[in-house]
Structure formats: structure tokens, C-alpha cells
């Protein structure tokens, strides 16, 4: 694995730390963080190891890692650097909706047209490519994806959520998945105890979306889930190039909080009325600032 892959996941796995002020000895999920980075364990295992060779996590008795004191110690000016990749990465899918790069690439393209290393531009290839919006070619180049550009396609978007979210709670082989609703109430009250005023439209984009496709999986349809994971993937770049109200956003996670308590409580009928309620405020104030 290069080495630039295992930095820059050692260095995903601190902000989180950061992000959702983990205490120290909280357990480190290679699963959990697996799938929040969308990378597989076996990376994430090996960036592990590299921040307990730096003893900023601990090992755990009985396996795995745990938040060490190090890694509560780690001043934000250490992670500066992940701002300059945040904003090329933000540059590129804008001009990719203006229509300013070619719906195919080549790396020599990208690494001249934004004055980057190989090395810089692999770290966000890599991440374009796992979050669905572009892939590479056989042989050489990059070719990106379908994106929802359309601001009809983009409200249709939201009326299929409506249909389908709040029924997916009350279908008979919905299932409580426990340990993943605690993660992402943790990335929530992350956001909601002021987080939501700092971190990037991607990264409240990324907990969101998580919530949402943990709660569609509990129902054990994988057509009900794989539909809304692609309808994340098309629309996530029109979410980027929206201007972000931190008080809305504020108050859509406030909304994940107690939806998050109320399936967590085994009150499904409440829960399901309010992903629909939810999800109609959430379309109608796109729409607003649409229009606006």
C-alpha cells in the first residue's frame, strides 16, 4: 500500500478522533472505520498500526485499539494539510458541474491544470473513486461518473426518499442495528455540540448520508438500500455546490438525534413519521434556497 494511502487514512482516523471528541479508551472499530472512509479493514488496520507505532492509540487487552492520550494532544495545525486537499477536492467537482473538465482525464491533466504532485493527486482520486463519482479507466485516465445536476432530478430525488425511507422503519424484517446507530449518534452529537459551524459541506454530507443508509439497511432489503446509495452518489456533488446554512444543518442533525433515540427505543411508528417529517422539511428548504 503506498504510503500516502496510509497517511492519509491515519490522518482521517485522528480528525474523527477530533471530530467526535472521543475520550481516550474508546474502541477503534476496523469495521466502523472501514466503512465511514470507504476503504476496506485491511488499510485501515495498517493505518491503525502506524498511529500506535506514534503512540497516539493504545492497544487493547483483548485486540484491536483504542483512543491513546496522544492522539487528544494532536493541535489541528498537524492536520492543516487535509484543508488544502478539502479544497481541491471541492475545485474539482465544481468544475466538474460547470462543465469545466471533460467527462474524461488523464492524471498528467489533472496534476497540471491544479499544480499538484501524483502523490497529492492519488490521496483524492482515491476518495472521488470510493465515494462513486468517478473511476478509472482500463489502462490510463479517469472517466467521471453520472452526477445529478438537474434541480428537477434533484427534487425527484427527495419525493422517492419520501416514499421509501419512512417505510423501509416499518417493513416486518426491519432490524435494530445497535452498534451502528451509537456510531453515528456520536458523529451527530459531534456536529450538534458545534462541529457543524467547522467541518466541511463533504463531511456533514458523509454523516448524514451514513445515518440514513444505517437506518435503511435495519429493514434487510438490499434493493431499498443499494437505491439510496446510488441517489446519494448522483446528487452528493449538486449538495456541494449549494451554499451550506449552518443552522439549518444544525437543526436537520438535532432532528438525527432524536430519530437516532427513537429507533433506538424500539418506537418505530414515531420514528417512521418522523423520517417523513424529516425528510418534507429537509426537500422544502432545498427548494427555498433554490429558488432563492
Avoid at 43 to 66: K, N, S, W
Avoid at 71 to 85: D, F, G, H, I, R
Avoid at 168 to 195: M, S
Wanted: glycine share 4%; aromatic share 4%.
Amino acid at each position: 500500500m503506498p504510503q500516502s494511502l496510509q497517511s492519509q487514512l491515519a490522518t482521517d482516523i485522528l480528525q474523527r478522533i477530533n471530530a467526535q471528541s472521543m475520550p481516550a479508551g474508546t474502541r477503534l472499530s476496523e469495521r466502523s472505520l472501514a466503512e465511514a472512509l470507504r476503504v476496506s479493514r485491511s488499510p485501515v488496520r495498517t493505518a491503525l498500526r502506524q498511529l500506535a507505532d506514534q503512540a497516539l492509540i493504545d492497544p487493547h487487552p483483548d485486540g484491536g485499539f483504542v483512543v491513546g492520550a496522544g492522539a487528544l494532544q494532536v493541535k489541528p495545525a498537524a492536520l492543516a494539510n487535509t484543508s488544502e486537499q478539502e479544497d481541491l477536492y471541492l475545485r474539482i467537482a465544481q468544475e466538474r458541474l460547470d462543465g469545466k473538465l471533460p467527462a474524461r482525464v488523464s492524471e498528467n491533466e489533472l496534476m497540471r491544470r491544479y499544480d499538484v504532485t501524483r502523490s497529492q493527486l492519488t490521496d483524492i482520486l482515491r476518495r472521488i473513486s470510493n465515494e462513486g463519482w468517478m473511476e478509472r479507466l482500463p489502462g490510463h485516465g479517469w472517466a467521471f461518473t453520472e452526477v445529478m445536476t438537474s434541480s428537477v432530478a434533484y427534487a425527484d430525488s427527495y419525493r422517492y426518499r419520501i416514499l421509501v425511507e419512512p417505510a423501509a422503519i416499518l417493513e416486518p424484517t426491519f432490524h435494530i442495528d445497535e452498534a451502528g446507530l451509537k456510531q453515528c449518534r456520536q458523529e451527530q452529537q459531534a456536529l450538534v455540540g458545534g462541529e457543524v459551524h467547522h467541518v466541511s459541506p463533504a463531511q456533514i454530507f458523509d454523516a448524514n448520508t451514513r445515518l440514513h443508509e444505517t437506518i435503511a439497511a435495519c429493514c434487510g432489503n438490499a434493493f431499498i438500500l443499494d437505491s439510496l446509495r446510488r441517489i446519494n452518489r448522483v446528487r452528493r456533488l449538486m449538495e456541494y455546490r449549494k451554499a451550506v446554512d449552518r443552522q439549518q444543518a444544525l437543526r436537520r442533525c438535532e432532528e438525527h438525534l432524536v430519530l437516532i433515540d427513537l429507533l433506538l427505543a424500539g418506537q418505530l411508528e414515531k420514528a417512521s413519521t418522523m423520517m417523513r417529517t424529516h425528510l418534507l422539511d429537509a426537500a422544502r428548504e432545498k427548494r427555498a434556497v433554490a429558488s432563492a
